[in-house]
């Protein structure tokens, strides 16, 4: 974990200033949004003794914000064939490419000391549960490199005759999957199928039977419309022109009134982007449930999960990668000359220079523990950090900054609850995935679930994306609230469905997510600026998920192996 | 000197003191019957017992001389008390003493006695004020029409609507009020000093049975006798389920969450089906495993085979198997199976545990409860029995309980689908449990199954099984034939499914 951590945040509210505290209320108020919840500031009481309060790495972050916190000129160079900056799903992937195809003379660094960026997990000693992504939707064939590692890991134990991947029992999602909590009581499924009328079914219907038929389209080349990953989806005009408008407007054009239409296909874009209906473009809204549908099939690919959710794929690769693998490594600039050249240093400096390829990138590091600055000049970086942090640390990104600077993101919250026993509740028995319908949050979902332990003690992940607040604003409002009001705010939001949540929890883990995930808004999924930047800058490659526009593993994981296939066609060479 | 009011309001004391000694009485001989069965023996028992403590308790009260009055309600308040918790400690301990018997019929005991004294004291309170033949006749009558009430309001009123539990416990509290009560009626007849202590112990007496009263739903357990058909003699919430143990006719029944688990008359013919066909056709068999099965019966019969060094039992819950070590009656039905030192009992979730194990056996015996939940739906998926393959020698054998193919059969052949489409050779049988009806099993083994096993005559004790009945049991008659059905997959519990629609139960 980030070593920000706190123990005692148990702030008492008389801390909070006067002037202050009205909107502070009326934040707490609108995080949750239901007006039933008179929330009267912090239960201090009824809040557990201990939790973690965490968040991607400030101190070292924030070096990179702070033009004046010079840092001084590393003093000690080597020389790497290859860099991988960023050690989440996207960098840890390029890695695993590299490797494969037989070089390994790379180093893969990332600012925390722990890897795997959005996907990583905890631990408590009994369970592990996920801080971030917890799922991965089986590959279709045509997702080779994806299908090859799942293969690899044992979670795909053979193919289909077609080359569909047949994926071990034990990893795909355990029944029941999924419940809603609606009008008091639980029920099977997503869809809040409560007192919904015929009109409301029809819709529904109507609306899944549209999903297939896009889950069928494809262009005149005979690619698919809508497809994992992104990047082999057709873009035919006819397809792209739904970028233009929101998955809000377009429900409504196809004349979808039903108010349990809105909220189902709402929840899916909270669920998968961090966004709310009318803040998603269309496209993305459709590709969460066209790309996941196999033509010749009506169901949706299955789920494929792990106690420690994608956690468990960031574990296998970096056992995988332990030879290359530097934590606590900040990155903080890349540039195509050495820092100091005039320095006398530079005559100890012998890069790999014997390339064909343009001459060497020069990284400098900030070692966040010791404090100790190195440099590394490497003939190929392969840059796995989201874009607005390559604005900061890449020189020469400075022209590339107009075509950057719309990528948004959204912030995420994620609270890890460790509770002493299954909370009580009516209807449909627990599930994997816990939804309510009368909430901002997307409820829990259940990290002992899958290795069906089904009593006692177990952690539940709580999720709440900042859906409908614009990413500068919610990563404000993520800031300024206490742990004590996180944690006050999950409880509230829970009791509604386990009135005895406060007696069970004993600990609360919270993870503020500031650019949790890359925001596919009206208009940015096929501009020319996203699709451009994933063009490498000299000798830097570019690999994340956010290249594609949207947050997903095997977004991260195409990103990875494309980039390390960039830089193995490049030439590189071991030393 | 006691004036005439008080007079006739102590008839009214008889009468309650009356009614409380009969209903004390009344409940000993019903829980007796209850629990131990055999209801003529235990009502003559507890009666005969009852009033020869009377006896002993009025010939004891000539060595009573003095403060007649202070004795007098002594004895009521203690009665209360005793006499009010002796349902719920009677109940309470039933599980776990051996002399459940001796401790009823003593506590019968001290109830008659306590009885026995009140009456010939309370004679001679009121020899004073009354002429002798009067006063016989007063006291004599009231406490006759005392035992009516009682007798009367008994089997009609109290048990069907408060149950043992609360009867008792409500009758203590009225012997409590009549105690504390007779204290300012017979004032004047008692010395100022200690009067306050003596009011402030029937105070206590009755706070007590009060709580107690309060707390008596976790004990009251009349609906669900209602629901289980039988009385309930011992019923506990484990995190896990809902334990109740009744007792009907001869015999007595576990229930899980509802669900009949063995009647004690016809257990045997269930669980010889269960376990001698895979104990027989194996060679001699000495590392058994055992699946569920809490109730250690499933364990008698494998002790049976003196080749057996290891019976591993995994059951979720250790109440359920502490109670098939501790309950008397269960106990006596599995012949102290957990007793036995190569029995090893592993309480935890046998889908987490067959994960973690690295033994391998000869046997495993299958005995979970029917696939009405998802978590223990997880148990019968291919996942489960891919997982229980890897703990099995290549030529091991196993049984299966797999609920009723004639009122269940899509649920019935889904699991024998599972467990061939995950690497078992399978056959199918049934036996006939009169208290479930016709029961489905299946022999399973990673290798090709042979012949249907002779009985080894060395195995005595068997009751149901013959030659010919085992060869009957793998006979299928023409109503249980094969249906088609999907495979149990963790990421389908289709079996959960059928099962639910063929029992029409929720959940
Ligand atoms: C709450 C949440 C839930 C999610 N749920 C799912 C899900 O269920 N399924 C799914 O597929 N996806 C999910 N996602 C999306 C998730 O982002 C992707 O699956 C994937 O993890 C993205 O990986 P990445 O490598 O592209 O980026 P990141 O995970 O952001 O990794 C970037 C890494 O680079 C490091 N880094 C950045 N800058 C520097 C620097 N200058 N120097 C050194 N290191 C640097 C960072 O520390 C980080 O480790 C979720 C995301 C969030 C936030």
């Known amino acids: 974990m980030s070593p920000n951590k706190h123990v005692d945040n148990l702030v008492p509210s008389s801390r909070i200033g006067r002037v202050d505290a009205l909107s502070r209320r009326e934040l707490l108020q609108a995080v949750l949004g239901t007006s039933s919840l008179a929330l009267t500031g912090c239960n201090r009481t009824a809040l557990p003794q201990a939790g973690d309060y965490l968040a991607q790495d400030f101190a070292l972050g924030h070096r990179l914000r702070d033009p004046s916190a010079t840092v001084a000129l590393p003093t000690d160079w080597q020389s790497v064939p290859v860099v991988i900056v960023g050690g989440g799903i996207a960098g840890l992937s390029a890695g695993w490419r590299l490797l494969r195809q037989g070089f390994r003379d790379f180093l893969v660094l990332d600012l925390e000391r722990e890897v795997g960026g959005s996907s990583r997990s905890g631990n408590s000693g009994r369970f592990q549960f996920p801080w971030g992504a917890h799922y991965i939707t089986t590959p279709m064939a045509d997702n080779v490199e994806l299908i090859e590692l799942l293969q690899e890991m044992q979670i795909v134990e053979r193919l289909e005759q077609d080359g569909s991947p047949i994926v071990a029992e034990q990893y795909l999602c355990r029944e029941p999957e999924e419940r809603l909590f609606q009008n008091g009581t639980w029920i099977e499924g997503l869809y809040p199928a409560l007192e919904s009328t015929e009109d409301d079914q029809r819709q529904l219907e109507e609306f899944q039977l549209s999903m297939h038929q896009w889950s069928q389209r494809r262009d005149a080349d005979g690619k698919r419309a809508f497809t994992i990953p992104i990047a082999r989806c057709s873009t035919a005009e006819e397809f792209l022109k739904l970028d233009q408008l929101s998955m809000a407007e377009w429900t409504r054009q196809q004349g979808w009134t039903s108010a349990r239409l809105r909220w189902y296909i709402d929840y899916a874009c909270r669920d998968d982007y961090g966004l709310t209906i009318d803040r998603t473009s269309a496209w993305a809204g459709i590709f969460y449930f066209a790309a996941r549908l196999r033509s010749d099939r009506s169901e949706s690919q299955n789920v494929i999960t792990w106690p420690a959710g994608n956690g468990h794929i960031v574990q296998y690769l970096s056992q995988l990668l332990k030879a290359q693998l530097r934590t606590g490594q900040l990155v903080y600039r890349i540039s195509p000359t050495k820092p100091g050249r005039a320095e006398a240093q530079s005559a100890q400096l012998q890069p790999a220079d014997d390339h064909k390829t343009e001459s060497p990138v020069y990284l400098t590091t900030l070692d966040g523990q010791t404090g100790v600055v190195r440099g590394i000049a490497a003939s190929r970086v392969i840059f796995a950090g989201p874009q607005f942090v390559a604005q900061r640390v890449i020189d020469g990104m400075a022209e590339r900054r107009a075509l950057t600077s719309n990528f948004r993101y959204s912030s995420w919250l994620v609270a890890n609850l460790h509770l002493s026993a299954r909370p009580r509740a009516s209807g449909f028995p627990i599930c994997w995935d816990n939804i309510l319908y009368d909430s901002k949050s997307l409820g829990y979902v259940v990290s002992t679930h899958q290795s069906g332990i089904d009593h006692g003690p177990t952690v539940i992940t709580w999720y709440y994306p900042f859906a409908n607040v614009e990413g500068k604003l919610s990563r404000d409002q993520l800031l300024r609230l206490e742990w004590s009001e996180w944690a006050d705010l999950a409880l509230t939001d829970l009791e509604q469905a386990h009135p005895d949540i406060r007696q069970l929890v004993k600990r609360i883990d919270i993870m503020r997510w500031g650019h949790a995930m890359i925001e596919p808004g009206p208009n940015f999924l096929w501009s020319d600026a996203r699709r451009s930047a994933a063009q490498p800058l000299g000798a830097v490659h570019f690999a994340n998920t956010d290249l594609s526009g949207i947050a997903l593993m095997e977004e991260a994981f195409y990103h990875g192996v494309r980039a390390a296939d960039e830089v193995l066609a490049n030439g590189v060479r071991s030393h | ?507």
């Open chain 2, 1 to 507: 000197m006691l004036t005439r009011a008080p007079l006739s309001l102590l008839y009214l004391n008889v009468l309650v003191i009356a009614t409380c000694g009969l209903v004390y009485e009344l409940l000993a001989g019903t829980l007796a019957s209850y629990v131990l069965g055999d209801s003529v023996t235990q009502f003559s028992f507890v009666i005969g017992v009852y009033l020869s403590a009377m006896g002993v308790g009025a010939w004891l009260s000539r060595y009573i001389h003095d403060h007649l009055a202070r004795v007098f309600i002594e004895i009521e308040l203690a009665l209360a008390l005793l006499g009010g918790i002796s349902a719920p400690a009677l109940f309470l301990a039933f599980p776990f003493v051996d002399w459940f018997a001796p401790l009823l019929l003593g506590m019968v005991f001290v109830i008659g006695v306590l009885v026995g004294l009140e009456l010939p004291l309370l004679m001679r309170i009121l020899q004073e004020h009354l002429e002798f033949s009067d006063l016989v006749s007063r006291v004599l009558t009231f406490d006759y029409i005392g035992a009516l009430l009682a007798s009367l309001l008994f089997p009609i009123l109290f048990v069907p609507h408060l149950g043992l539990v609360r009867t008792s416990l409500a009758f203590g509290i009225l012997n409590g009020v009549v105690g504390l009560w007779s204290t300012y009626l017979l004032r004047p007849l008692l010395s100022a000093r200690g009067l306050d202590r003596l009011r402030l112990r029937g105070g206590i007496v009755l706070v007590l049975l009060s709580v107690a009263l309060l707390k008596a739903d976790q004990l009251t357990l009349l609906a669900e006798e209602s629901v289980l058909g039988g009385s309930i003699i011992h019923s506990t919430q484990s995190p896990f389920q809902r334990i109740a143990i009744t007792r009907k006719g001869k015999g007595f029944q576990l229930f899980l969450n509802g669900h009949l688990q063995f009647n004690s008359t016809d257990e045997y013919r269930y669980h010889e089906a269960l376990v001698h066909p895979a104990m027989l056709g194996s060679k001699p068999p000495e590392k058994v495993l055992i699946l569920g099965g809490g109730d250690g019966l499933a364990v008698r019969e494998c002790l049976r085979y003196p080749s057996v060094q290891s019976i591993t039992l995994v059951d979720l819950d250790p109440a359920m198997t502490g109670l098939s070590e501790r309950f008397q009656p269960l106990k006596e039905l599995n012949d102290a199976a957990f007793s036995d030192p190569r029995v090893r009992v592993v309480n935890d979730d046998a889908f987490v545990w067959i994960g973690a194990d690295d033994t391998t056996y000869d046997v495993a015996i299958i005995d979970f409860p029917d696939p009405s939940n998802y978590s223990i739906g997880k148990l019968y998926t291919t996942r489960f029995y891919r997982l229980l393959r890897e703990r099995l020698k290549p030529d091991a054998l196993v049984t299966i309980q797999c609920t009723s193919p004639v009122v269940a059969p899509k649920s019935y052949w889904c699991i024998l689908a599972s467990m061939q489409s995950s690497g078992f050779h399978i056959r199918p049988f049934q036996a006939t449990v009169p208290s479930f009806g016709i029961w489905g099993f299946a022999l399973a083994s990673p290798q090709p199954l042979g012949d249907v096993p002779p009985l080894d005559p060395s195995i005595t004790g068997l009751r149901f099984l013959t030659d010919e009945a085992m060869r009957a049991m793998f006979e299928l008659p023409g109503d249980i034939r094969q249906v088609a059905t999907e495979v149990n997959r963790l990421d389908n519990q289709i079996l959960v499914r059928y099962y639910d629609e063929e029992w029409h139960e929720p959940q």
